[in-house]
């Protein structure tokens, strides 16, 4: 196995699951590897938020100096996006040898996709000379791969329903699995402005620091500029984030509390927050790519962050009409997501996702009729992503929006294909 497509579809044979949650078998290997990191380690659970999280936590510390480790799931294009070391995607033959190592030390262990390539990267990040490692939970968070590294600061984002089946079917189980980053006396920041009571109570059985909006931190703006104060810190007149929505202020709040959190540790000037969150990228999220029709690209792909593409789709202003491509898994709450985002799209186009979870395009469009109101709405099926957009372009007028939501591999079905293919001209 010369490549990291070659280890890749090696993890993809391993196991019969795709999930199996625990840390017994990932433990194990890790131990045997003896991984560890020489560094501060944040890791970042929740269901949404995670990834823009860790984006402006990078971007910061990245801003003040420091050589930052991120690694987080799933990706959008290519395996490597999942770990940046100092700001960059690494490159696929500089993983090789740490699969190799994964591999060495795993003997008769059998690891999910998911546990190997996770062992992998952070083997790579933890010989990669870091101050600072950044560590996105993949699903849930007291049985994730991740968690086998204690945190020296957890940060729990929005909690909502997703993942049920592993999770559990309420707000305060699934805050319960994901409060399972916390450790003893290290600061347990929750950005959910609601939080379930079981995360707060779990901070508190274990003594972990916990820092809770409202109470130890808050933010306030107005249309032009935003402020945050803490425990001892404040911060005024910032520009907001460069990430667009209005759930970003959220996250960039729980993430200016994590750095305050560890100032001792990681200290950070006004002027890196400024800078870091003027200059943060993160591809997918609320992505708008600037051209007639007017394109949105969005990973929403559950009831909650699709209430946030809504909300933040009504704040664009009026467009003649919205077309929407849409792919997702056959396990998330689909007509929950259409009641939600039913009232502003006019015309679906749905499509298959290279994906066994996924639902087909077929019963997408069956589903959304089964619940659909209006009688002025019309669905359409597609083999794919691309195949979904250039549709959507070839219906749509120059004053009209697209918006490209669901899974990742809906929105990195498009993605791939380069940013530039995706005005109107180049698909026409």
Known sequence: MDTLQDWLAHCDSLHPKTIELGLDRVRAVADRMDLKFDCPVITVAGTNGKGSTCAMLEAILLQSGYKTGVYTSPHLVHFEERCRIHGEIVKPDALVPHFARVEAARSDVTLTYFEFTTLAI????????????ILEVGLGGRLDAVNIIDTDCAVITSIDLDHMEFLGSDRETIGREKAGILRTGKPAIVSDPVPPQSVIDR?????????????DFNFSGDKQQWAWAGRGRRYAGLAYPALRGANQLVNASGVLAALESLRPQLPVTAQAVRNGLAM??????????PGQPMLVLDVAHNPHSVSALAANLDAMGFYPTTHAVFGAMADKDLDTMFARL????DRWYFTDL????????????EKWRTQEKRTDVAGS?????????AAAVAAATPTDRI??????????GVL???LPRLHAKHLA
């Not at 901070?203 to 109470?215: Q, S």
């Not at 943060?280 to 790519?289: A, D």
């Not at 290279?354 to 469009?365: C, H, K």
Request: charged share 15%; glycine share 10%.
């Open 381 to 389: 099926t597609h083999h794919d992503p691309m195949e979904a957009l």
């Open 122 to 133: 952070m083997s790579l990040m933890a010989a990669s000379g870091l101050e600072v490692a």
């Open 203 to 215: 901070a508190t059985e274990i003594d972990a620091d916990l820092w809770l909006p409202g109470r």
């Open 354 to 365: 290279p994906a066994g979870r996924a639902e087909s395009a077929v019963n997408l469009l």
């Open 342 to 345: 039913g009232p502003i799209i």
């Open 280 to 289: 943060v990228e993160l591809p997918g999220r609320f992505q708008i790519v």
């Open 403 to 412: 918006v490209v939501f669901g899974s990742f591999y809906t929105v990195g």
């Open 416 to 418: 791939q294909h380069g």
